[in-house]
């Protein structure tokens, strides 16, 4: 099993819905998570962070942990077409450095 | 959040040539900055780690004669890409780490990217 992995989509919500991406780690130990958004052509940009079991808002943005079943999650309410992205799971590992996942792929349709 | 930024935002050059981008942290102190590159539609993959007075550590496959890295101060971190060739164009982002307040827990920060081209 990858340290983190992610479906790499494309995954397509209409605008307006619920886009929900999902993240599954194999490190038990893990304790803090990081979803950052990436624009094609752009560097990564932090959008959450997420440290206990439970949920996390900000604005449309809800992170959720998972640690029991090892996932994480971002849902993204009222989506934009300006929320079409590649959102990337990180996790940190040994020596600072940061795992991410292969990233998903989402598309917004207006 | 916190800006970290990178200079030059692209940058053309000749093959043979060296190549140095600059990263900054503006707001806040960064003993360990991170470099990595990326291909077109290709996930980040880590260089090195950049540690303030001491030597940088490189990810297993990169070369550290090839990717210089200068890590002299707390806030400025470069990366000198050395007898630049066409394979080595690719967009290169680093990041600085931030702590949180009371020190416990930490967050990576990009910055903007460095697109190269070696012709």
């Known amino acids: 099993q990858k340290e983190v992995e992610q479906n790499s989509g494309p995954l397509s919500v209409p605008e307006g819905a619920i886009a929900s991406l999902n993240c599954t780690y194999s490190?038990?130990?893990?304790?803090?998570f990081f979803w950052y958004r990436q624009y094609s052509g752009k560097s990564p940009e932090l959008i959450m962070s997420?440290?206990?079991?439970g949920d996390k808002e900000d604005g449309r943005f809800t992170a959720q942990l998972n640690k029991a079943s090892q996932y994480v999650s971002l849902l993204i309410r009222d989506s934009q077409p300006s929320d079409s992205a590649t959102y990337l799971c990180?996790?940190?590992?040994?020596?600072?450095?940061?795992?991410f996942g292969q990233g998903t792929r989402l598309t917004i349709n207006p | 959040g916190a800006v970290v930024s990178q200079h030059p935002s692209w940058v053309i050059c000749k093959s043979g040539t060296s190549v140095k981008i600059e990263c900054r942290s503006l707001?806040?102190?960064?003993?360990?900055m991170f470099w990595y590159r990326q291909f077109p539609k290709q996930s980040l993959m880590l260089m090195a780690t950049?540690?303030?007075?001491?030597?940088?550590?490189?990810e297993q496959g990169v070369e550290k004669d090839k990717f210089l890295i200068n890590h002299a101060s707390l806030t400025l971190s470069t990366l000198t890409v050395t007898s630049a060739h066409p394979e080595d164009s690719s967009f290169y982002i680093c990041?600085?780490?931030?702590?949180?307040?009371?020190?416990?827990?930490?967050?990576?920060?990009f910055g903007p990217g460095t697109r190269l081209l070696v012709l």
């Open positions: 990041s600085a780490r931030k702590f949180r307040e009371g020190g416990a827990q930490e967050t990576q920060y």
């Open positions: 490190d038990r130990v893990s304790q803090s």
């Open positions: 997420i440290y206990s079991n």
């Open positions: 990180a996790r940190p590992k040994k020596a600072q450095k940061l795992v």
């Open positions: 707001d806040f102190q960064a003993t360990t």
């Open positions: 950049s540690n303030e007075g001491s030597k940088a550590t490189y």
